[in-house]
């Protein structure tokens, strides 16, 4: 489904840009001589703040009216942004289409080359335009190393996508170049004006669709654990001493012998405040990211890695493997959990899904007694870990 919403998207908005520029060229007179640098332009704009909103709302599908309060400055700023590249990718196209140029650059003036470094310009536009803004939308961006890994898979797909489109154009119009050839005249003999312009109408309505292809495959959300603390961690009565994360307790994984290995992996809160980044308290609504995989303890021992005062010293494990977790609970402490509000009546281990509540409580008779639980709301994908 998310597929189609993109290759829907990439289509409405690359045809929106299209019909803008149409615009400025034929009704206000703009850039009548110059047309290619008005189409790219108003093409990266459109697409680029097209794939930043289509982004904005599929990666918060449940928070309708907050995606409206936030889209304004991401993708006013993707607008611009993408603008002024695609104005940068019309000048250079048309500069390669004057004739002494074309002339002297043998195939790099040709058509087909010259479509396919205008299209590969714009695609690198929505691409880099979607990643910087997802910097300042996203609370998973707080990492550096994440920010700049997002930034250059954007730009590739996006450069990728651009190019490939072209070519798969040109190869299309080689291909029908024979029957194409007699439609054109018969069309303009007929209607008076060239088929011309909806020739490049389509091949516009292809590098959106194909961008929406790429950008579906390079920003759908990968496999990225977080627990995110809910209610409970307001209060103080049982819990004297603040919850925390252990930073520093390393976390292990078992191998096929049963023999502990440590992964190198620790935990740390989901944050852009480079703070949070030191405090190991938990606080409601903070996010605490998990590592890819390995065990992570719950309880109230001093050595857990999440240290919640007030509860068992060991009530449950979570397991983390790949594209999976588990909440394991100890046998002995199993009555003191509620999955999604049902309480747990074994310590079979469970498969935790996205969006999945997990409670916790201090007594094994407290369950209506919301001073006394331990809510988390477990994500699997950082969709909308700040909701």
Same mark, same amino acid.
């Given at each position: 489904?998310?597929? $189609?919403?993109?290759?829907?998207?990439?289509?409405?908005?690359?045809?929106?840009? $299209?019909?803008?520029? &149409?615009?400025?060229?034929?009704?206000?007179? $703009?850039?009548?001589?110059?047309?290619?640098?008005?189409? +790219? @332009?108003?093409?990266?704009?459109?697409?680029?703040?097209?794939?930043?909103?289509?982004?904005?709302?599929?990666?918060?599908?449940?928070?309708?009216?907050?995606?409206?309060?936030?889209?304004? #400055?991401?993708?006013?700023?993707?607008? @611009? !942004?993408?603008?002024?590249?695609?104005?940068?990718? *019309? *000048?250079?196209? &048309?500069?390669?289409?004057?004739?002494?140029?074309?002339?002297?650059?043998?195939?790099? %003036?040709?058509?087909?080359?010259?479509?396919?470094?205008? $299209?590969? =310009?714009? *695609?690198?536009?929505v691409g880099a335009t979607e990643g910087l803004s997802w910097r300042w939308r996203s609370?998973?961006? %707080? /990492?550096?190393?994440? +920010? &700049?890994?997002?930034? /250059?898979?954007?730009?590739?797909?996006?450069?990728?996508?651009?190019? @490939?489109?072209?070519?798969? #154009?040109? #190869?299309?119009? !080689?291909?029908?170049?024979?029957?194409? /050839?007699?439609?054109?005249?018969?069309?303009?003999?007929?209607? *008076? #004006?060239? =088929?011309? %312009?909806?020739?490049?109408?389509?091949?516009?309505?292809?590098?959106?669709?194909?961008?929406?292809?790429?950008?579906?495959? @390079?920003?759908?959300?990968?496999?990225?654990?977080?627990?995110?603390?809910?209610?409970?961690?307001e209060f103080s009565e049982y819990n004297e001493e603040p919850a925390k994360i252990n930073k520093s307790k390393p976390i292990k994984i078992k191998d096929d012998k049963s023999n502990s290995i440590e992964t190198g992996y620790k935990l740390e809160f989901v944050s852009k405040n480079r703070l949070e980044e030191i405090e190991e308290n938990i606080e409601e609504g903070l996010s605490t990211q998990l590592p890819p995989r390995g065990t992570i303890t719950i309880g109230s021992a001093t050595g857990a890695h999440i240290c919640i005062p007030g509860l068992p010293l060991h009530i449950a494990d979570l397991d983390i493997e790949e594209r999976a977790t588990f909440l394991r609970p100890n046998k002995n402490n199993y009555q003191r959990i509620s999955i999604n509000g049902k309480n747990l009546t074994s310590a079979s281990r469970i498969s935790l899904k996205h969006n999945s509540i997990v409670s916790f409580y201090c007594e094994a008779n407290s369950r209506k007694d919301d001073k006394k639980r331990f809510r988390f709301v477990f994500y699997n994908r950082f969709l909308d870990p700040e909701g």
């Open positions: 489904m998310k597929l $189609w919403i993109y290759i829907l998207s990439g289509i409405t908005f690359a045809s929106g840009g $299209w019909n803008l520029s &149409q615009s400025i060229i034929d009704s206000i007179g $703009w850039f009548q001589q110059f047309p290619e640098i008005a189409q +790219s @332009a108003c093409i990266a704009a459109s697409l680029s703040a097209g794939t930043v909103l289509t982004e904005i709302f599929l990666s918060n599908p449940t928070r309708f009216k907050l995606n409206l309060r936030r889209l304004g #400055f991401p993708v006013a700023t993707a607008a @611009a !942004l993408g603008f002024l590249i695609g104005l940068f990718a *019309g *000048g250079i196209s &048309q500069f390669l289409l004057i004739p002494q140029i074309r002339n002297s650059l043998f195939f790099f %003036g040709s058509t087909p080359a010259v479509r396919i470094i205008r $299209w590969m =310009i714009i *695609g690198i536009a609370v998973e961006s %707080g /990492k550096k190393s994440r +920010s &700049q890994q997002r930034l /250059k898979t954007n730009i590739l797909a996006g450069m990728t996508a651009g190019v @490939a489109a072209a070519i798969i #154009f040109e #190869f299309v119009r !080689l291909v029908l170049k024979s029957s194409l /050839k007699q439609v054109k005249e018969d069309f303009q003999r007929n209607n *008076g #004006f060239s =088929i011309l %312009g909806f020739e490049n109408f389509a091949g516009l309505l292809l590098l959106g669709m194909v961008l929406g292809v790429a950008f579906y495959f @390079a920003i759908s959300p990968s496999y990225v654990a977080a627990l995110r603390a809910g209610e409970g961690f």
